[in-house]
């Protein structure tokens, strides 16, 4: 008997079907939960990426024996199509190494002109700060240089001019014979 009397305080409420509804119900609110995106909440932090890089730096290391492990693979597999796909692999893990050297290079760039700002403004001088026009110009430069040193410069502009050949074929009216 205890147990069936401790039972029935949660079987739901019995209503008569005979009395109208009340206008206003009593209902139980039921906590909604907040689901929290720790990408734009404050609670998470702030996004640093050099204490970022610091932190999971120990990352590299392991992309790095993976990478050497599917180049192992690679070499010793027959299956072409296994082959193909450990190719794949392989030059994306390249192409995202490639993409964080660019990146740290970019981050790099930018401390040495926020350094050389605080310089300026140490001396008494006004503050300068360039356009993004100016920074692509600055990259394009760098690159052109890079290239230059490399010996990929000629390549580089070969492809690039036919590219834009064929962007300018494109805008051109179709001839019709």
Same mark, same amino acid.
């Given at each position: 008997?205890?147990?069936?009397? *401790?039972?029935?305080?949660?079987?739901? %409420?019995?209503?008569?079907?005979?009395?109208?509804v009340?206008? %206003?119900r009593?209902?139980?609110?039921v906590?909604?939960?907040?689901?929290?995106?720790?990408?734009?909440?404050?609670?998470?932090?702030?996004?640093?990426p050099?204490?970022?890089?610091?932190?999971?730096?120990?990352?590299?290391?392991?992309?790095?024996?993976?990478?050497?492990?599917?180049?192992?693979?690679?070499?010793?597999?027959? =299956?072409?199509?296994?082959k193909?796909?450990?190719?794949?692999? %392989? =030059?994306?893990?390249?192409?995202?190494?490639?993409?964080q050297? =660019?990146?740290?290079?970019l981050?790099?760039?930018?401390l040495?002109?926020?350094?050389?700002?605080?310089?300026?403004?140490?001396?008494?001088?006004?503050p *300068?700060?360039?356009?993004?026009?100016?920074?692509?110009?600055?990259?394009?430069?760098e690159?052109?240089?890079? %290239?230059?040193?490399?010996g990929?410069?000629?390549?580089?502009?070969?492809?690039?001019?036919?590219? =834009?050949?064929?962007?300018?074929?494109?805008?051109?009216?179709?001839?019709?014979n």
């Amino acid at each position: 008997a205890p147990l069936k009397h *401790f039972l029935s305080f949660f079987r739901p %409420l019995e209503m008569s079907a005979k009395k109208p509804v009340p206008f %206003l119900r009593q209902v139980v609110s039921v906590r909604k939960k907040v689901h929290r995106d720790p990408r734009f909440d404050d609670l998470s932090g702030e996004y640093k990426p050099e204490i970022f890089m610091k932190t999971y730096s120990f990352l590299d290391s392991i992309k790095k024996q993976e990478k050497e492990m599917v180049q192992k693979q690679l070499k010793k597999c027959r =299956n072409t199509e296994q082959k193909e796909q450990l190719q794949q692999l %392989l =030059n994306r893990m390249t192409q995202q190494e490639q993409a964080q050297k =660019n990146q740290q290079k970019l981050r790099e760039r930018e401390l040495a002109l926020k350094r050389q700002q605080r310089e300026l403004a140490k001396q008494g001088k006004k503050p *300068f700060f360039l356009k993004k026009s100016e920074k692509r110009k600055l990259e394009l430069a760098e690159k052109y240089a890079e %290239l230059k040193r490399s010996g990929k410069l000629e390549s580089f502009l070969n492809k690039k001019r036919k590219r =834009n050949a064929i962007k300018d074929r494109r805008h051109l009216p179709s001839q019709k014979n």
